[in-house]
């Protein structure tokens, strides 16, 4: 809905609750789901969706950050993949279920453990793409603070500023 809103000229509204209440409503057959609560980058990532259909624009949404969880997921459990497949399962059902993000927040923390463990000043990246979900980057930001990895720090703050430079660009 709010990728839609995107290519009406009607982003702001999608931060107002009545009006996406509605806009869900008339999507949703007379459900009205829940308020927009992400930046403005997130709405700018999302907008392209705004051009597909809607069932065409969720599969996109789960499949492709699904794909990218996986691989990480692959990537951090190695030969216990499995496992950590099962154990994510009722997650991975719950993030079908009701279309959340959890796929992209997993696939973005998942990468910043794997460039963190990597060391040589890596992950600050997939940190700053974390505005949309601040607050589960807390732990890896207070992390590279106190190890002292200012390349982490640096990146990430520069992908913030960056992605807030071109959202106010695209949204103004």
Known sequence: VAAQ?????????AYAAV???????????????????????????I??????????????????????FLFVLKRLAGPDFG??????APALLINVLIG???????????SACLL??????????????????????IPFAVEALVARRWRVVLVALATVAVTSLVATLAFC
């Not at 009006?19 to 990532?45: C, D, H, I, K």
């Not at 496992?83 to 994510?88: C, D, E, V």
């Not at 959340?100 to 998942?110: E, P, R, V």
């Open 83 to 88: 496992f950590a497949l099962l154990a994510s």
């Open 47 to 68: 907008a392209p969706l705004g051009k597909l259909s809607l069932g065409l624009a969720a599969f996109v949404f789960l499949a492709l950050p699904l794909a990218a």
């Open 100 to 110: 959340q993000n959890g796929y992209l927040s997993g696939a973005l923390i998942g």
């Open 19 to 45: 009006t996406m209440t509605e806009a869900q409503r008339s999507l949703a057959n007379g459900v009205g789901l829940l308020p927009w609560a992400y930046p403005p980058q997130f709405m700018l990532a």
């Open 5 to 13: 809103m995107v290519w009406r000229g009607e982003a702001a509204q």
């Open 116 to 137: 963190l463990l990597k060391g040589e000043g890596r992950g600050g990246l997939p940190l700053g793409l974390m505005i949309f979900k601040p607050h589960l980057a």
